[in-house]
């Protein structure tokens, strides 16, 4: 069976840190663009970060640049998410995504919009 789940998501104070994984069964996530996602309370979903396959090439919002950092391990088939400095505003659900397109840009900015199935997310709640 083909999945992505999403973990590391808790509550965390103004400033703290948190590390979210994205892990893979079923298929090897280093041959996708892997990219990781959020959707605030009423908000639309907004792209944040993608990778590309073998690890080569990122690409990141510029709302969130220098505060997060993609990355993976091929040994364990999941991509992490490092997320610093976390603000308020920053509260959501994050998810992840992966799929064969051959751009980190167009995964993060505009193909994400086109993907049916999300898995349920980690929660993320910055609040002190």
């Known amino acids: 069976q083909v999945q992505l789940v999403e973990s590391g998501g808790a509550v965390v104070p103004p400033g703290g840190s948190l590390r979210l994984s994205c892990a893979a069964s079923g298929f090897t996530l280093d041959d996708y663009v892997v990219g990781w996602f959020r959707q605030a309370p009423g908000q639309e979903r907004e792209g944040l970060s993608c990778i590309g396959a073998g690890g080569t090439t990122t690409f990141y919002n510029k709302a969130i640049k220098g505060r997060f950092t993609i990355s993976s391990n091929n040994a364990k088939n999941t991509v992490y998410l490092q997320l610093n400095n976390l603000k308020p505003e920053d509260t959501a659900v994050y998810h992840c995504?992966?799929?064969?397109?051959?751009?980190?840009?167009?995964?993060?900015?505009?193909?994400?919009?086109?993907?049916?199935?999300w898995g349920q997310g980690t929660l993320v709640t910055v609040s002190s």
């Open positions: 995504a992966a799929t064969r397109t051959p751009s980190t840009y167009a995964l993060c900015t505009t193909e994400y919009k086109s993907l049916e199935e």
